[in-house]
């Protein structure tokens, strides 16, 4: 079964200056904005409205070390994605599997049809139970897959492991992106909101990274899966100390829980304005939770079908397939090292998310998807020039592995994180997790079928084919994104909220 070149690189000093550059840029950005409001109040005479404590200008919140407890759950996201990978050649000798790749791919593919059924979980639970219990309930498992992984002494035990941690990325990949959006200060909601994306490159680098003693020691792949279990509980033992997400806590009528919340994530000097901006936005209405047929309602459908489109398009505009081919690519420019092609395509990925993150609240959303999809298209039509057209035949190795990493970076400045920051953006409070959950089901679900057809797909038309038919993905993308999808950047939730409703 052919090796696919999962990986993430980067350096953690670029990512410590990001975080850095966010936590300090804080005060600057609420202080900016509460005296901005506060000059428009004046002139305009609406004083009112204003809340006294408004003029204290310096927050006492701070909303990182909630957000990095929450990303461990992006953490095993990518970890457990990219570990089998690595395993997969040793683990089949020690179950017996070795000469059969049908119980292979089943041990690779268990995992994503996991991942669906907790997606859609997920939505559920976090609406339900809130946010922070989901978390909690969710390390169960992610705990148990990895043990039965790690110990598993038949294939059929193995199966299972992964199914369950499938499960638990799955209601992972639904409650991280929503709790991050719905706890971040509106002004960096942003790039806090990437950095999902980069924890899961981080992920994946850290599973390359623990795959390196297997060439020395066969059953190392075993402390491989094993290692996952302490993030899972770290993660659930974080969440004890985490807030519960104000907006859903106010969506529960728990008005004083929901002010709670907002102190220690915002410090008291913005509980009125956060309140305000609750109640202006209707978060506090007397409806009840959305049902999952309420999705498909004329009310609804418009943006809950917004939020699919952004997960297929992401996944038919052949990510999986760039990476998939990308050692054989770099194989052919002479790069023979696997580890070195998944390091280069994995670098390729931190770096535009590192880049991504930082623009998100300049350039906007909207405008990073399309650049992205734009230069995932240009990058695709010369991969696929690559494989056709024969006088490019003594360029094509150096051409193929230019266009697998320009296509990987276009793909992380916005393909890769912006679809999961925007979805718990543009959903209303009410269909906010089921939404969600409903939108990452179609990124599972398209992944699975990717991975069950791909192969048979480039054997019958070729793969210079299949790379012009993501290309046109691609293109197609973009005119959609630039019809249908709205800005966010610079807009509370309750803002975005009342806007879609006018709309409509």
């Known amino acids: 079964m052919p090796d696919r070149g999962f990986c993430c690189g980067g350096s953690p000093v670029d990512f410590g200056v990001e975080m850095a550059r966010v936590r300090t840029g804080m005060e600057g950005i609420f202080r900016s904005r509460e005296k901005a409001r506060y000059v428009r109040a004046q002139t305009s005479g ?27 759950g992006a953490i095993l996201f990518g970890y457990h994605l990219a570990v089998v990978n690595g395993a997969l050649e040793y683990l089949a000798r020690d179950l017996g599997i070795a000469k059969n790749t049908v119980l292979q791919g089943w041990v690779v593919s268990t995992t994503l049809a996991g991942a669906t059924v907790g997606s859609f979980t997920g939505g559920a639970l976090a ?12 390390a169960i498992p992610l705990v148990i897959g990895a043990f039965l992984s790690a110990t598993a002494q038949d294939v ?10 499938g499960v638990g990325i799955g209601i992972s990949s639904a409650i991280v992106p929503l709790y991050i959006s719905e706890i971040s200060p509106t002004e960096i909601r942003g790039a806090l909101g990437s950095v999902n994306q980069l924890f899961i ?39 004890a100390v ?12 728990k008005l004083s ?4 919340a907002m102190k220690k994530l915002y410090g008291k000097e913005k509980v009125a304005e956060v309140m305000h901006g609750l109640r202006a936005g209707g978060e506090g209405s007397t409806e009840p939770d959305a049902g999952w047929f309420d999705l498909f309602s004329k009310r609804y459908w418009k943006v809950v079908s917004v939020g699919a489109a952004l997960f297929l398009f992401q996944q038919f505009a052949g990510i999986n397939a760039v990476v998939y081919y990308s050692t054989a690519v770099f194989r052919s420019a002479g790069i023979s090292s696997d580890v070195a092609a998944s390091a280069l395509v994995g670098a390729s990925n931190v770096f535009g998310t590192i880049i991504a993150s930082s623009l998100m609240d300049k350039r906007g959303r909207k405008s990073l998807l399309i650049t992205s999809f734009t230069g995932m298209a240009a990058s695709m039509l010369l991969l696929s020039l690559c494989f056709t057209w024969k006088s490019l035949a003594p360029y094509s190795g150096t051409l ?5 990493v320009l296509y990987v ?16 953006e543009i959903f209303a409070s009410r269909i906010r997790a089921k939404a969600v959950a409903l939108s990452l089901g179609m990124h599972w679900v398209s992944n699975f079928v990717i991975g069950l057809c791909f192969l048979s797909v480039v054997t019958r038309f070729g793969i210079g084919r299949v790379y012009l038919g993501f290309a046109t993905v691609c293109v197609l993308a973009a005119l959609y994104i630039a019809g249908n999808v709205v800005e966010t950047k610079g807009r509370s939730l309750e803002e975005i909220e009342r806007a879609l409703s006018t709309a409509d």
């Not at 059929?156 to 941690?165: D, E, N, Q």
């Not at 190392?220 to 969440?239: E, H, K, Y």
């Not at 829980?257 to 709670?260: H, L, M, P, V």
């Not at 992380?412 to 999961?420: E, F, R, T």
């Open 46 to 72: 609406d004083l009112e409205n204003v809340p006294t404590d408004k003029l204290q200008t310096k927050p006492s919140g701070h909303v990182l070390p909630y957000v990095g407890v929450a990303c461990l």
């Open 127 to 138: 609406d339900k139970l809130g946010r922070i219990r989901t978390f909690q309930l969710d």
């Open 156 to 165: 059929r035990t193995m199966i299972i492991g992964r199914l369950l941690a």
């Open 201 to 239: 490159c981080i992920g994946i680098l850290v599973a390359l990274v623990a795959g390196l003693p297997l060439a020395g020691n066969p059953i190392w792949w075993r402390t491989m899966f094993a290692v996952a279990i302490f993030p899972a509980l770290l993660m659930a033992l974080g969440m």
């Open 242 to 253: 985490c807030p519960e997400s104000p907006r859903w806590l106010f969506q529960q009528g």
């Open 257 to 260: 829980q929901a002010e709670t």
């Open 400 to 404: 193929a592995v230019l266009g697998t």
């Open 409 to 424: 970076l276009s793909f992380s400045l916005g393909a890769g994180p912006v679809p999961a920051l925007l979805l718990p």
